[in-house]
């Protein structure tokens, strides 16, 4: 004969002392509104991690896929690339576009890209700057 409460079950027969019942009502199953709680905090905690993890700047070729006719592709510190023609660049040190503001090349640029070779090079800058101030041309019509 297989009983649904065990505990139950054996509290009428008198064998279990009245510490353990409490004990078993302490371990019976808790409500499902209970559960689900427990479940929805859970989430939160996953979505909240989720939320920290930073997003991965694009590639170039993800970047300029759509601008066929830009021959170059300027990465950035921190910033998803840029395309466009050739430029050119001071070897003035910068860490984003608004350490460029005044100097005629606005964009703060760390390498570049020939996108008809995939070759990519640095501005040959001494010291090794994170980015330096950079023109970039249009891209050819």
């Known amino acids: 004969m297989h009983h649904a409460n065990p505990i139950a079950f054996l509290d009428r027969l008198g064998a279990i002392p009245l510490p353990r019942r409490l004990l078993g009502a ?11 709680r427990v479940t929805e905090v859970d989430a939160r905690k996953r979505k909240k991690r989720r939320r920290q993890k930073p997003t991965p700047t694009p590639t170039c070729d993800e970047s300029c896929a ?15 690339p840029l395309c466009g023609g050739p430029g050119s660049a001071l070897c003035e040190g910068c860490s ?46």
């Open 96 to 141: 984003s576009d608004s350490d460029c503001v005044g100097t005629g090349r606005p964009y703060c640029t760390r390498r570049f890209t020939d996108r008809a070779t995939g070759e990519t090079f640095g501005w040959g800058c001494p010291g090794d700057p994170i980015g330096v101030c950079t023109n970039v041309g249009a891209c050819e019509a």
């Open 66 to 80: 759509a601008y066929p006719a830009c021959s170059t592709c300027y990465q950035r510190p921190g910033l998803s």
């Open 26 to 36: 302490l371990l019976a199953p808790a409500p499902l509104r209970l559960g689900s």
